[in-house]
């Protein structure tokens, strides 16, 4: 059988170590477009939970952390002169060409052979028995067979742009800075002693303010956006103590989610794609090169387990699609945060922003498991306010009172009104079953809220959107929100409330 795999990054890589590792009969062969030395970004982050089935297939992920990477354990937020932290996230980062430079001595040596400076279509690789496409989020392959894959694309509103700096933080750090023209914030990371990864996020209101929407995007890659490293250098000075800001291809983007249902085809070839090319989710939760790993460890297994080719493909998109699409569920409200984090700048106190930060996309007990004392300190900051636990908090407005935050809808004793009227009763509203239809939302909302309701209630759609709708009310309208959960969550209440996404939340009796 020969194997031709298209795109030499970690999944490519790796996925020729195991499969040459499984059947040294095998010949494979990898193109990657770029020399061996080059790379784009910097640097490569792992969450200690989640390298089970990397490092079962191969330790070299594990000896290269090890021996090459920084490893951490605490989280760092940091927001109008305070700096909070919270344990229990152990993760570990390494230099991305680092890893690389492992990745293809590990292939090298089970037999593989590596073809550098090579971009490859589907026409150059006739004569192979499966082609395996790890050429990234602009791959070639996949837009030549887009149309038999059912692929689709979502792009945030949020504006990014990777850089390195020889400042080294002591782990992963998020920095909130307010500046002349808007809020910038930061995701940072040691890579080694002598440089970190630094993400820069804004919204494009703020970064058309700052000027920073001249650079050409048409010009070719490689070339650095050097207004912008100079523009945030002098903005996060004090952050990386007057040190530079190193580029690699540094510009700007959109990021953009890729869902795709099939990751194979038989015809005019057999092709499967693996890690990028597929599926992204955002980088605020550190999963892309450990997607693309954990493709290459189950369609290396599924191709060893049956030498019925069909077959195997099927196999391993149903052992390996569950996992991708488990990540791009979690990573959803990780990336709608940062398309609106500097509303919360604005309107949450260092400790609450903390909080609402990290409670994203967990709950309040699982984020107690990492770190007790930091949930703990939570709960003070909120009892020290409102003299209660969040829960058993009462709340009034406009004169109309709750003894609590908990309510039970059939105890409610205010009727709720979805049509603007002039009297100050209660608002509901229903959530749209997508984030599409939100802008519609958020219109019907401005109607209700100049009817000046004691609060609105907010159903029906899913947890993301109802969150949003609130947070729309609250945040933005002024007006209190009660978010109606479909079950009594105990748990997920408490972090509604703790977190300021909502005021009250309404349970079934």
Known sequence: M?????????????????????????????????????????????????LEAIHAADPVVREALAEHGRHWDTIEVRLKGERIRCGGNGMAAIVRRTLLG??????????????????????????????VAADGAGSRIREQLAAGLDTGVDTATAKFIWFGTDHVFDGLTFVHERGPDGVFAVHAYPISDQMSTFIVETDEESWRRAGLDE??????PGESDLISKAYLEKLFAEQIDGRRLLVNNSRWGNFRTRRTRRWHTL????????????????????????????DAVALANALAATGDLPQALAAYEAAAQPSVQKIQQSARPSLAWWEHFGRYH??????????????????????????????????RAWESRHGAPPLDTPFEHRGWRSPNRLVRLADLDLPLVSTPLP?????????PDTEA?????????????????????????????????????????????????????????????????????????
């Open 215 to 220: 650079f050409d995007t048409g010009r070719p």
């Open 267 to 294: 015809e005019p070839v057999p092709v499967a794609f693996l890690g990028d090319a597929v599926h992204t989710a955002h980088f605020s939760v550190g999963s892309g090169t450990k997607m693309a790993m954990e």
């Open 346 to 379: 604005t309107e949450f106190e260092p400790w609450q922003f903390a909080y609402h930060f990290l409670s994203r996309s967990i709950t309040d007990s699982r984020l107690s498991k990492r770190d007790l004392e930091f949930v703990v300190s939570t709960h």
């Open 102 to 131: 492992l990745l293809q001595q590990r292939a090298r040596e089970a037999g593989a052979q590596l073809r550098f400076a090579h971009e490859v279509s589907l026409a150059d690789l006739a004569g192979y028995d499966l082609v």
């Open 2 to 50: 020969r194997i031709a795999v298209a795109g030499g990054g970690p999944g490519g890589l790796f996925f020729a170590t195991l499969i040459r590792r499984a059947d040294p009969s095998i010949e494979v062969t990898v193109f990657e477009r770029n020399r061996a030395d080059d790379t784009f970004g910097f640097g490569v982050v792992f969450s200690d939970r989640t």
């Open 437 to 509: 239809g939100l802008l519609r939302c958020f219109e019907t909302l401005a109607e209700l809220a100049a009817a000046e309701p004691v609060l609105v209630a907010v159903h029906g759609g899913t947890p993301l959107t109802r969150t949003l709708l609130c947070e729309q009310a609250r945040l933005h309208e002024h007006v209190p929100a009660l978010l109606v959960m479909p079950d009594a969550d105990r748990d997920r209440a408490v972090t509604t409330i703790l977190s300021g996404r909502a005021d009250l939340v309404g349970v079934p009796a």
């Open 423 to 431: 009297t100050p009763w209660g608002a509901s509203i229903a959530a």
